[in-house]
């Protein structure tokens, strides 16, 4: 995988990263990443999400806060899920290291030196490493997918509160969910496996579980808690709002649309079942 993270106004490369050999100027491909992004984004009113080009498969993922572009090129027999969610983690880890920087910018993109980006590089080796490990364990890869797949689905939620709600609402749910996941570290399963401090919440930056070492944790306990939160943080909404209004909700953030157009995937994972009881009730 070669990755590349940009500023997605003026196309500067922040940082770049080849696991795979190629002979083009990196540069040179940071700024037609840039032009073809602003393209999709103009003609088609959407950020460029995923293509096929010159024998790879390229994905993009956008972070608008701060004018991030984060792309990553991989061969084409990778599975489209998995390298989605590789990005993503790719993302938030990235975000997180570096976003003090954009605050003392006022939110305004980074011109600086890119030179304090470089420590990320060892970051990224890391994730490789492991994510080659992973590659030789099918348990583990299709655990990764189910981590991938959960990640979405919190997010998706958190559209939701933040922008169907009103603040007082929003206050409201936050600190519903605040508590739902005080209870979760205070059950005994938290405190038998360590992996599950990887799951943290807070009002402003909502859940994170990209961090769970997927080779040392508990598998099976670790979905059984994210099917726990995950029900519990749906449980709230509709207590607060409403059933008929939360299906709007879901359906108006395409939520539906996700579980549809993944349906076979979560059958191979054993989650289809779990999701259609969550957000249908059946």
């Known amino acids: 995988m070669n990755i590349w993270i940009l500023d997605s106004e003026s196309g500067v490369k922040l940082l770049y990263k080849s696991f795979l050999k190629t002979k083009a100027d990196e540069d040179i491909v940071s700024g037609f990443l840039t032009a073809f992004h602003h393209f999709s984004v103009i003609e088609f009113n959407q950020s460029l999400d995923s293509i096929e080009m010159g024998g790879w ?14 792309v990553a090129a991989d061969i084409k027999s990778i599975n489209t899920n998995i390298f989605k969610g590789r990005l993503e983690v790719i993302k938030k880890a990235f975000i997180e290291q570096f976003k003090h920087l954009w605050k003392k910018k006022k939110g305004k993109s980074w011109y600086g030196n890119i030179k304090v980006f470089s420590p990320f590089i060892k970051v990224l080796e890391d994730y490789q490493l492991q994510w080659a490990e992973v590659e030789s364990l099918t348990p583990v890869a299709d655990f990764f ?7 979405k689905i919190f997010i998706m939620l958190r559209n939701v509160i ?21 209870e979760f570290k205070d059950h005994k399963d938290f405190k038998c496996e360590p992996e599950l401090e990887s799951i943290s919440f807070s009002k402003d930056e909502w859940f994170n579980i990209v961090d769970i070492n997927l080779m040392k944790c ?65």
């Open 57 to 70: 498969r390229w994905i993009y993922t956008l972070e608008p806060e701060y004018n991030l572009l984060f």
């Open 145 to 151: 997918d189910i981590l991938g797949i959960f990640d």
């Open 162 to 182: 933040e922008k169907k709600m009103y603040n007082k609402t929003r206050n409201e749910i936050l600190n519903l969910i605040d508590n739902v996941y005080t």
């Open 218 to 282: 508990d598998k099976d306990l670790v979905i059984k808690s994210l099917k726990a939160l995950l029900s519990q943080v749906v449980k709230t909404l509709m207590e607060v709002k409403g059933k008929s209004l939360c299906f709007k909700y879901f359906s108006d953030i395409k939520l539906y649309d996700y579980i549809y157009n993944n349906m076979k995937l979560l059958k191979d994972l054993n989650l289809d079942m779990f999701f259609l009881e969550v957000f249908l009730l059946l």
